[in-house]
């Protein structure tokens, strides 16, 4: 038997169904992520999942510097903090360095460490001391095992 964590009003394994994290990948406009998150949130329920929103404050990890990377931390937390407030919706994102984990830890359900930066000791540690559940992305470069 799995063990069953609760992200937010969410839960994934013990018997839960299974959980959708989802969103755009970084957030473009309030407009657009509001509406994805609502679109999201109510076809889960049509379907019986459990549903945590996915999207980025900031994208530090792109391939040209000038590529588009979000709102930015102050920003891009309050976005997420309304939506979850106003859709009750759990939220998970990408978290880049140990100084943002005490700001994302106060509003964020759950955190995501990206797959460039899962062998960052000192990053996982610090969200994994936070008490909120972590999701490392493993990255392709490295063995399963």
Same mark, same amino acid.
């Given at each position: 038997m799995t063990r069953k964590i609760n992200i937010g009003n969410a839960s994934i394994g013990g018997g839960a169904p299974p959980l $959708?994290? !989802?969103?755009?990948? +970084?957030?473009?406009?309030?407009?657009? /992520?509001?509406? /994805? !998150? @609502?679109?999201?949130? #109510?076809?889960?329920? =049509?379907?019986? $999942?459990?549903?945590?929103? @996915? *999207? *980025?404050?900031?994208?530090?990890? =792109?391939t040209s510097i000038n *590529?588009? =990377?979000?709102?930015? $931390? #102050? @920003?891009? $937390? =309050?976005?997420?903090?309304?939506?979850?407030?106003k859709l009750d919706i759990p939220i998970i994102s990408d978290v880049h360095s140990v100084t943002e984990i005490k700001p +994302? *830890?106060? +509003?964020?359900? !759950?955190?995501?460490?990206? !797959?460039?930066?899962?062998r960052q000791t000192d990053l996982i540690v610090s969200a994994g001391n936070t008490g909120k559940p972590v999701n490392i992305k493993k990255g392709q470069f490295l063995a399963p095992w």
């Open positions: $959708l994290i !989802a969103g755009p990948c +970084v957030i473009e406009s309030e407009d657009i /992520t509001f509406h /994805t !998150a @609502k679109f999201l949130k #109510d076809l889960c329920g =049509r379907l019986g $999942l459990g549903f945590v929103f @996915k *999207s *980025s404050y900031d994208k530090a990890n =792109r *590529s588009f =990377r979000g709102p930015g $931390l #102050d @920003k891009g $937390l =309050r976005l997420l903090e309304d939506m979850k407030n +994302v *830890s106060e +509003v964020l359900d !759950a955190i995501q460490i990206p !797959a460039f930066l899962c």
